[in-house]
């Protein structure tokens, strides 16, 4: 199993593109414009003004569609979905899945970024939960703006667009976020948690290249490492976590883009790859182009 947390951070690849995050479609009976942003799930909203075109397609689309929709992400109900989805079974707690080598040296690291709590508070997570929430502290720990829960850039772009009165909805419901995260094998998500520990200084470093690489709209930096052999993902994760969702959107997409403008403001994974967003929407005939200038 490749590097998850890579994943989790970002949700991001980057296969023959360019060094943008924002797209504009056109084309095959299109109602003028809609955009394709990708978001970096831990950025705050302010960068929203950092990115060429990126306020001006806020102000100019019908409608914006996000991953969920923005009162959904912050709910009390997502929040009760997410931990009931992210605990483990009784049978296969931290202490049963790893060694007891492997439970202490874990347990260490959770305690340096979890002030002092370990795994005999935090052992009934799945590991996976537990992997995304180390790699998210550790983001925090190195650039202290990200992660404020009251300001994240894929709810700044939704609230911006309400604010304007465009109309806001979201691709997918919370079981689905949850099945894509929380669904691979415990065995499997064990390991890839004990992995993410012994390397911790090393997934430091990947985090700040991946913060920096995304904050200077460096695509191609981002490619290389997500795709690198030792931090990257494989195909059954990437169509897991991203392609298979993808798929489940064009529906949605495709009905709406021949009658409304539209701005879809997702993982910026979800964009790329042989079944990212850009290419399903070129398949069937649209014109995907990166937005170089604010207004084009």
Request: aromatic share 8%; charged share 25%.
């Amino acid at each position: 199993m490749k590097k998850i947390q890579v994943v989790l951070l970002l949700l991001l690849c980057c296969s023959q593109v360019n060094g943008q995050l924002l797209w504009k479609v056109s084309g095959n009976g299109c109602y003028e414009t809609s955009y394709l942003f990708g978001t970096l799930h831990l950025e705050t909203g302010e960068f929203i003004d950092s990115v060429p075109g990126l306020a001006s397609a806020i102000e100019n689309v019908d409608v914006i569609f996000g991953e969920l929709e923005d009162e959904n992400l912050m709910s009390m109900n997502t929040m009760m979905q997410m931990m009931k989805d992210a605990t483990a079974p009784a049978d296969s707690t931290m202490d049963k899945l790893l060694s007891t080598e492997d439970y202490l040296m874990v347990d260490a690291v959770v305690k340096k970024y979890l002030y002092g709590f370990g795994l005999k508070e935090l052992g009934v997570l799945k590991p996976v939960a537990l992997t995304t929430y180390l790699s998210m502290m550790q983001m925090k720990e190195f650039y202290p703006n990200s992660l404020d829960p009251n300001n994240l850039i894929d709810v700044a772009v939704q609230k911006r667009g309400k604010q304007l009165g465009k109309r806001v909805e979201g691709l997918e419901g919370v079981e689905d976020q949850t099945s894509a995260l929380f669904g691979a094998p415990l065995k499997e998500q064990a390991e890839e948690l004990v992995d993410f520990c012994r390397k911790d200084s090393k997934f430091g470093d990947s985090s700040r290249q991946l913060y920096e690489a995304y904050r200077a709209q460096d695509l191609v930096a981002l490619e290389k490492i997500v795709f690198d052999p030792e931090m990257g993902m494989d195909e059954v994760e990437m169509d897991r976590m991203s392609y298979v969702r993808n798929r489940s959107w064009m529906d949605k997409i495709t009905q709406t883009i021949p009658v409304q403008r539209v701005l879809v403001a997702v993982g910026a994974a979800h964009l790329v790859g042989e079944q990212g967003l850009i290419q399903l929407l070129r398949s069937r005939g649209y014109t995907v182009e990166p937005v170089q200038e604010k207004g084009q």
